[in-house]
């Protein structure tokens, strides 16, 4: 029987737990609940048969889009009609090796081993564990700590959760089974000392060795950090800091995770977002784009010298995820990365930032746009009241960012997000395969929503009349 669009709503409502959601605000008379059941290229469509443009790619993983479903389907039905199912629990498959190879040759220098997993919070408390390890096996136990940056977010498994730097997501759960100490991320926006770059750079570095140094620098095994951090709105960071991180990180024995759960696979125009700040972590984390989201799968690449001691003196890998390396996921992975090759994936997203980025500044003639931020196809606009930037407060964040864009932007035809686990933005994360057609219509889509923002809020109108 097939679900009718009204039965769906009753039935959502009634079945299922939507996350990280305020679950009461949906169903039959209440706010109707966002359907999606077909999807072609930047586009899916709602059991209305409504089209919206993906701009958040699937909350950050379709990286291809949603038209290569035959071909992915293919390499899917082949894999599982020769070995469906088998673990990495001391075995392994061809799809996992082979894809393990594969991610070695594209990583950054020196990341040669791969462990898979089935999802990001999965991916980052196995870089913890194998983090720990590593200390461990070097006659470190003390190294029980490590550093993050406030308004992280490393996923939600109580492990990850201890990285996660936005405490309202923390608080009711008690205290982090891991002891991590928060410092600054790299928001120049509002800094005293944002507009200057070298200063801001030695501020924040100069923030995390003191940290280090006040904890008792041999008690870190670990400093984890987005190459640029998602949430308070794509926080793209001084020219120099990822090498700072290093430096500090080598200085003080502390292994370096680049948690690229979003950044990797094309979302900055590399394969991996820290190959654009030129430095090679220590451990680094995948999920999402892995596949662009035709199945659920995650990876942590580990230093050749961070495995080294695990593959020593009878050493057991004390971590293992039954789905982790799923065969099924490895074959649409490497799928993936023969598509990204053949179709030139990020050379469309180098291509084209450019231009996006100039066509998202343009928003800034809007009083309610305060800054534009990001890199490649990964875009913030951050939401202010007024000419001085002053940031929207609780009951204004209320109205605008969950009373108003959500149902606004949807009605444009956009699915953008809303945010405000920092201050007030509106993100973008666009396909990688968007053209610039695209790219310009997303653009238009958000100055009409943002100006009509405006307007409930009082403001004055844009400037631009193109934009409005
Ligand atoms: C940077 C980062 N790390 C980890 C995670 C957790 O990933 P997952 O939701 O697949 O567990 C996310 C999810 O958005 C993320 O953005």
């Known amino acids: 029987m097939e679900l009718t669009h009204d039965s769906l709503q009753r039935a959502a409502s009634e079945h299922l737990m939507l996350h990280f959601t305020r679950n009461g605000a949906y169903g039959p008379g209440r706010t109707p609940l966002l359907v999606l059941d077909r999807a072609e290229g930047p586009y899916v469509f709602d059991t209305g048969g409504r089209r919206y443009i993906d701009g958040l790619s699937s909350l950050f993983c379709a990286q291809l889009g949603y038209s290569y479903g035959t071909e992915m389907g293919q390499a899917a039905a082949r894999q599982l009609e020769r070995l469906p199912f088998n673990t990495n629990w001391s075995t392994a498959h061809p799809p996992a090796i082979e894809l393990a190879e594969r ?25 913890w564990k194998i983090a720990r390890q590593y200390h461990l096996a070097n006659g470190e136990a003390k190294r029980s700590k490590a550093i993050a940056r406030r308004i992280a977010y490393h996923g939600v498994t109580l492990g990850a959760l201890s990285f996660t730097g936005v405490e309202s997501m923390k608080e009711p759960f008690g205290p982090s089974p891991i002891p991590v100490t928060h410092v600054s991320n790299t928001n120049p926006y509002r800094a005293p000392d944002g507009e200057d770059g070298p200063a801001f750079c030695r501020r924040l570095l100069d923030e995390i060795e003191q940290t280090i140094l006040a904890e008792g620098s041999d008690t870190i095994a670990l400093l984890i950090a987005e190459p640029v951090q998602n949430a308070g709105g794509c926080l793209t960071p001084p020219d120099g800091y990822w090498q700072g991180l290093r430096e500090i990180c080598d200085r003080y024995g502390i292994l370096l995770a680049a948690d690229e759960v979003i950044t990797g696979f094309g979302r900055l125009g590399e394969w991996f977002g820290v190959s654009r700040y030129g430095v090679s972590p220590d451990l680094l984390t995948l ?26 003196n009878e050493r057991t890998l004390l971590h293992g995820i039954t789905f982790g390396g799923h065969p099924l996921s490895a074959a649409i992975a490497l799928k993936n990365i023969e598509i990204f090759e053949r179709d030139g994936v990020l050379e469309n997203v180098r291509n ?13 003639s809007l009083p309610i746009v305060g800054d534009v931020r990001g890199a490649g196809f990964f875009w913030a606009l951050e939401l202010v009241k007024d000419e001085a930037g002053t940031p929207f407060e609780a009951h204004e964040r209320e109205r605008l960012l969950r009373a108003f864009l959500p149902g606004r932007l949807l009605k444009a035809g956009l699915i953008a997000r809303a945010d405000d686990r920092g201050d007030s933005v509106l993100q973008i994360a666009p396909p990688l395969i968007c053209d610039t057609d695209v790219l310009d219509r997303i653009v238009e889509m958000i100055g009409e929503v943002l100006a009509d923002a405006g307007e409930l809020l009082g403001m004055p109108a844009a400037r631009l009349a193109e934009v409005a």
Do not use: C, I, N
């Not at 070695?104 to 997993?117: D, I, Q, R, S």
């Not at 999402?288 to 001691?309: D, I, N, R």
């Not at 450019?354 to 998202?360: C, V």
């Open 287 to 312: 999920a999402k784009g892995l596949t662009s989201a035709y199945a659920p799968m995650g990876a942590v690449l580990v230093a050749e010298h961070v495995a080294k001691p695990l593959y020593e």
């Open 352 to 364: 084209l930032e450019a231009h996006l980025q100039a066509r998202l500044q343009e928003l800034r």
């Open 103 to 127: 991610l070695a040759a594209l990583a950054p220098e020196g990341l040669e081993k791969v462990f898979f997993t089935s999802g990001g919070s999965e991916s980052v408390e196995a870089a």
